[in-house]
């Protein structure tokens, strides 16, 4: 009976995590590529030892953690942080209005959302920016890892934002009522009775998120693709999916993309067992309503 | 929240200050898609209705603009449909029966909803080839389903959990089967839960790109976001204003959904999600 039930879901995560993870392993151990496609030959580890030995590849490894450091630190706790506070110091009803607004990005597709920001930084006569400073420039092409970290920031923001306002909204009263009465400031207030209790929350929104930027690279393909010039803004996960689906060469790389991949779901999997772990999984788990099948 | 009686001017002055660049984007988006040219925030001639012409005709060798919202709008439901439906079941399960493995389930469906399923793109490129769904909306929909579905098993079976035991027992005293009370009975009374998780899926769906765009190629089959970047990939300068309107025109409907779904929506939110 619970076979029935779990039988869908079971269908949808063998075919879409289970064989996909394995196939990326076996696809990195063959040379499989377009020139190939149906009798790849079985290679080893050599597509590791090439993906290492790759003159780019200590600047795209820089790259990706530079991407994951800035955004979450800037932008995924410390703007979320800003916006859960000073909403949590203001009306509830312009408080929730605002925070549905930073809700937009999210709902908005990557596309319109990059359509925005080239818009709003071309060259002049047409850019704002450009309007705005006097300066003529293409912004983008200028300050590239500014542009990208903005971007997926205020996107990624969001998440923290409601994530840091429930919390807040969860201390009780009397903390805040004994803080002013003691005549507390304000400031007072957010480091000693706020932050404190966000700690939970911070970790946990760094886990989450630094797993969602270690594979996200939509927005960064869509802004610069990696450049300008070489490998500028490339970051892991993007050098994978450009090997296999984006082959300037005519033959796409899948099992050279593989093994890039393979580093990125090892990696992964283990920051999504430490999540699962840190967060007392076993308090999840609560018996059944009784156990009629 | 007390103490925002003090100084709430100037927190609000802060988060206007943070705010407005974002709004900003947006305003300059919809001005845009009424204009023939823009420099910077001043239009250059008023109200051009040129800007909106995909609606009545294709705009080079692409679909009609309807086609697409037809391809759009079967592969949102289609997802939306597929998920609320599979997390329904699979979390009634969870939730409510007793079965080897059970904490095994609950602890997989876990690590991946923190998994990062697209850096597994190119390993389902290679599985949609092997049951030829390569370049089919249903395809694509399979795919989201399953990237999603951790995170609908998860937020329902929070919603299960929270219902009482009594009227499920009751029934089943009376000899209903468990798929009878699945249905009838524990279903409805998650409703607002199942509302959630389809707008949310359904609007994530719908703004979707990496997973369309690698996995349609023809452009019959083309959804929104694959449309849009097409067109933005090759207009001149000078034809922004047209593709600024199908951008309008593309998150009208996402921004509609999400407003009059908000209240179901933000439970959701906390639920966590990507990005």
Redesign the interface.
Known sequence: ??????L???V??I???I???V??IL?SLTNLSTANFGNPDFVGLDNYSTVLSDRWMPRILGNSVFYLVATLAFFNLG?AL??AV??????QR?ADG?R?????????????FV??????L?P?????L???TGVSQSWINAYPWTVIVFA?G???A??GM??FT?S??S?P?EQ??AA?VDGAS?MF?VRRVILPQLRWPILFVT??QS??L?????YI??LTNGGPGFYTTEVW?LW??SE??QSYSGTAR?GL??AM?AG??VV??I???I??RLFR?ND???K?????? | ????Q???YL??A??LG??FP?????L??II?SLNS??????PVGLWEIDNWRFLWEPIGPRPMIWTVLANTLIFALGTSALIV???A??A????????PG??F????I???H??????????????LLA?GLFDSLLGVV??M???L?PLG?WLLKGFF?GLS?DM??AA?VDGAS??RI?WHIALPMIRPGLFALGIFTF?VA?????VPY?FIVSSRTWI??VY??SL?GDME?AD?GL??AV?VF??LP??II?LLG?RY??QM??G????
């Open positions: 009976m619970p076979l029935l039930f779990l869908p879901a079971g949808l995560v075919a879409f995590f064989w996909p993870v196939n990326t696809l703007l800003v916006i000073s909403t949590s110091f203001i009306p312009a605002i549905l607004f930073w809700l937009l990005p999210r709902i908005t597709s990557p596309v319109v359509l925005i920001i080239q818009g709003l071309a002049g006569p047409y850019g704002v450009s309007q705005l997926n205020i996107i990624g969001s998440f409601l994530i429930a807040i909204k201390i009263d805040f009522q002013a304000q207030l886990a989450y797993l969602a270690l594979s996200s690279f939509e393909m869509l996960s994978a999916y296999a689906f899948f993309g593989s991949v990125l779901v992964a999997l920051v999504s067992l999540i699962l999984f999840l788990v609560t059944p309503k009784i156990e009629v099948n | 929240m007390p103490g925002f003090r100084n709430w927190w609000m802060l988060l943070i705010t974002v709004a900003l984007g947006y300059w988006l845009s040219e823009m420099h910077g925030l001043q439906t599979v997390s079941m699979a009634y399960a969870i939730s409510r029966l007793n079965f059970r904490g389930m609950l602890g997989l876990l690590i991946l923190a998994f990062p399923a697209v850096s597994l793109l190119i390993a389902t490129f290679y599985v049951i399979f795919v389903a399953a990237f579905m098993i959990d035991w499920e027992m089943l468990r798929w699945f609007l719908w703004g979707e790109f990496i690698t929104f976001s849009l970047q933005a300068r922004f593709v600024a951008g593309y998150t996402a921004v999400f908000q929506l933000l939110y906390f966590g999600s990507k990005g």
